[in-house]
């Protein structure tokens, strides 16, 4: 029988000598260049951001924490400076579709300059138009105008009362208008008069009266005529006197504008709506008076409404210095693609190209737009408007009341934005690969992939960097510095949280509250430097705030209400060992007794977890292979016989992962072999079908999680843990589980093969197999043959027995 020899306390830990580190303090130690660990992300970040192709967008996958978005901008800040500023966009008004604003490009800082000026501009044009329209010289010329009107006006009515009266009718102004009536001796007659004329006078009169009514008829078709003449001639004269009053301003803006035909296209329309419509300008009194016959100025009424003139700036880089750099915490569909508002007027809602707001997008256009994909993903319709905009290249601003129906109300339709942006997704590994699986448009346009690591290896030229790291920290934070001491035990810790002392984890979140949680403890201790001693009280504390359900447990183990044996010996059962994550800094391990029962059978391994559904695909496919092991070893010239059950004992939520399979197996090879297991060791490992015993997660919380309720019981010198030998490299233990193995009242064993786990367990060889395949019959493998050959008589027996008990109809043998 090969003897075990158990770890050594040396084994269970990788130290950091601080005599290695050669600085006394962090404040002695340069700044960090680049992120620690992350070289390959690193390389993928500087090509996707170099690179300017469609569809070369970058996706940072890891876990949260690992400096993703540090890196990022880290790398954007000295690149983003040294990039051309984009270009400015704005608004304006469509003169002609007011439902389709305009878009407008300037050079980086001049559309604020044109939202000023234009504002200046209307501003002036309220002093400067009434000033032109209450001058002498206009007020002169209109009323030339209107005076010619009304000479002609005069002489024509003058003209036909003279010939009225060569045929002795009178031409009479009336309330209702003009009339003619016949004259005798230069007074009108009285109706009277006219009835006592004789019918041939009359019916002269009459016919004169015709003719001048015509004559009348003609002249005030001319008069209308000469009104709407009149008419042009002062809206002519308005809009040359409104012309001659905005052409400087104009000028002045234009001269701003010479290389920019988009803008100076604008200014000439927005010149001709002001001449036509100069009246808004204009206070009510100061409206240019109505022209005679009751026809007024088509702009006496206009609306006064300068928000046309306006300029509605989507992004302005006057203060930006490069490319833009943008982190959208809330990335919802508006606040990357933007929105229009509505006013509410009267009870209905309105809108125009003023009340157009910029997204995510409109701010990084010409740069770079940082999202969280899950966040993304989390928003309606977001994931969605990314897609169309990267692939039309433009930002096309839509309601989503409007596009989907939702509403019916006055909405606008802007005309797109060009857009050149480099998005960056940060998100987990899952969130990649379920994109890359399910969405086609995803690998088309995310073609850049910055895979951050877990771990980075542990040497020398590390444990610098992570020195440098923390001294970083303390100064950008303002924390104190770290003595070299203190700076080893977070290394040592660091690769605890790696779950391997050959390495160190890069998640330098969980390393940054641990520095500020150490600074308070050298604060509370009134401590120049954090020493040591703060970083492992930072740590206790850690574990105190996050011990309650761990230490409810093992109090139900200590009064018996979970059964957990750490002494004697037991056929068929055995102490497994799992881990339970309850969150960040929140892992232990806890014993789990797990039983074993035998019987004649037809070849099956029930796993009870299974059979109600609480054991995992995993757990399950462990139990198969410890099954494959079994035929393979005793059942290759013989039936195997036999029906067993596994259970974890006491387990009322399910059961995940293979870690517990060499457990089972043992516990199997127990009730076969009537071989008694020592309950004062407790076992963690998978086992594969040659039965070699592999490598698990979790193992130092597992060794301290039975640790923890032996040493509660007290420690006997016999109690221990069975390990796999691979996982030797990943023990970086609790100092009292250390010294507890140092003091040779615990042990650690490390177990390449389930022959070396069950010799260790029961104290019986495993035994090898002779020339003809047979066992020593005192082995475990002897004793387990020779169950099974038992079970296959048994059953060979029974099967050809000629009198095998039948039931009778009322149940009874017969």
Not at 343 to 355: A, C, D, E, K, W
Not at 386 to 399: F, H, P, T
Not at 420 to 434: A, M, S
Not at 655 to 683: F, K, N, T, W
């Amino acid at each position: 029988m090969a003897t075990i020899t158990p770890l050594s306390a040396e084994a269970l830990y990788r130290h950091c000598e601080p005599e290695q580190l050669l600085f006394e303090t962090t404040a002695e130690l340069d700044q960090l260049a680049d992120i620690i660990g992350q070289e390959r992300a690193l390389e993928a970040i500087q090509f996707g951001i170099g690179i300017h192709h469609d569809g070369f967008n970058l996706f940072a996958l890891g876990p949260n924490g690992t400096g993703k978005y540090t890196a990022v901008t880290q790398f954007l800040s000295q690149k983003a400076p040294t990039e051309a500023t984009p270009d400015d966009w704005c608004y304006v008004n469509n003169f002609d579709q007011p439902h389709k604003p305009q878009a407008l490009r300037l050079p980086a800082g001049q559309a604020a300059i044109l939202r000023d000026g234009m504002k200046r501009l209307v501003e002036d044009l309220l002093i400067i138009i009434p000033a032109a329209f209450a001058g002498d010289e206009y007020q002169a010329q209109q009323k030339a105008i209107e005076e010619e009107l009304k000479e002609k006006q005069t002489q024509a009515l003058e003209e036909l009362n003279q010939a009225a009266l060569k045929q002795h009718i009178a031409l009479i102004r009336t309330p209702a208008g003009f009339a003619f009536a016949p004259l005798k001796e230069g007074e009108v007659l009285k109706p009277d008069e006219f009835v006592k004329l004789s019918p041939q006078e009359q019916q002269a009169i009459e016919t004169e009266v015709k003719t001048l009514q015509d004559a009348l008829q003609h002249i005030m078709e001319q008069v209308l005529q000469w009104q709407r003449e009149t008419q042009n001639k002062i809206k002519q004269l308005n809009q040359e006197v409104t012309r001659y009053a905005i052409t400087p301003l104009l000028a002045e803006l234009r001269q701003t504008y010479t290389e920019q035909p988009a803008v100076l296209a604008h200014l000439t329309v927005i010149e001709t709506d002001i001449i036509e419509n100069f009246g808004q300008f204009l206070d009510d009194h100061e409206t240019p008076p109505a022209v005679p016959g009751g026809l007024g100025h088509e702009n006496s009424a206009a609306k006064k409404t300068f928000s046309r003139y306006q300029v509605n700036v989507m992004v302005d880089h006057s203060e930006t210095q490069g490319a833009p750099v943008i982190y959208e915490d809330k990335p919802a569909y508006l606040n990357l693609i933007g929105r229009i508002e509505h006013v509410s007027q009267m009870g209905n809602l309105f809108t125009n190209f003023t009340l157009i707001k910029p997204g995510s997008l409109h701010r990084a256009n010409g740069g770079y737009l940082i999202l969280d994909c899950r966040r993304l993903l989390l928003e309606p319709f977001a994931w969605e408007a990314i897609k169309q905009a990267l692939r039309a290249k433009q930002i096309s601003i839509e309601s989503l009341g409007q596009l989907y129906s939702m509403i019916s109300t006055v909405t606008l339709e802007p005309e797109p934005i060009p857009l050149d942006v480099k998005i960056i997704l940060l998100g987990e590994r899952l969130l990649y690969y379920l994109l890359t699986q399910y969405d086609p448009d995803f690998s088309e346009l995310f073609k850049v992939a910055a895979d951050f690591e877990d771990q980075m290896e542990r040497n020398e030229s590390s444990n610098m960097a992570y020195a440098r790291l923390i001294g970083d920290l303390a100064r950008k934070e303002n924390l104190k510095h770290f003595h070299k001491t203190a700076v080893a035990r977070i290394i040592e810790h660091s690769a605890r949280l790696a779950g391997d002392a050959s390495k160190l984890t890069t998640h330098m979140q969980s390393i940054s509250d641990l520095l500020r949680e150490a600074n308070y403890w050298a604060s509370q201790d009134r401590h120049e430097l954090v020493t040591v001693a703060d970083v492992q009280k930072a740590l206790d504390a850690q574990q105190r705030r996050a011990g309650r359900i761990r230490e409810l447990i093992q109090e139900s183990m200590l009064r018996e209400t979970i059964l957990i044996d750490t002494e004697g010996a037991q056929v068929g059962q055995i102490n497994g060992l799992a881990v339970y994550s309850l969150g960040p800094q929140n892992s232990f391990g806890k014993p789990n007794r797990i039983t074993a029962r035998v019987r004649l059978g037809k070849g099956e391994v029930i796993d009870i977890e299974r059979q109600v559904e609480m054991g995992g695909p995993i757990h399950s496919k462990g139990v198969m292979i410890l099954v494959g092991f079994l035929g393979a070893r005793y059942a290759v010239e013989r039936p195997f016989s036999l029906s067993a059950t596994l259970v974890f004992e006491q387990s009322y939520s399910g059961v995940e992962g293979d870690s517990a399979s060499s457990a089972e197996l043992y516990a199997l090879l127990s009730a076969l072999a009537d071989a008694p297991i020592q309950q004062a060791l407790a076992v963690t490992g998978s086992v594969n079908q040659h039965g070699r015993v592999q490598a698990i997660g979790g193992v130092n919380e597992k060794i301290e999680g039975f640790f923890d309720l032996c040493r509660a019981r007290g420690l006997t010198g016999i109690q221990g843990v069975l390990i796999p030998q691979a996982n030797i490299p990943h023990l970086m233990l609790r100092q009292d589980v250390i010294e507890a193995v140092h003091a040779g009242q615990f042990a650690i064993y490390p177990i390449s093969h389930v022959d070396e786990g069950i010799e260790l367990l029961t104290g019986l060889p495993a035994g090898t197999a002779d020339e003809q395949g047979n066992y020593p019959p005192q082995s475990i493998n002897g004793r387990v043959t020779a169950c099974l050959i038992t079970f296959a008589e048994t059953q060979r027996a029974f099967a050809t027995s000629p009198q095998r008990p039948k039931k009778s109809e009322n149940g009874e043998s017969s």
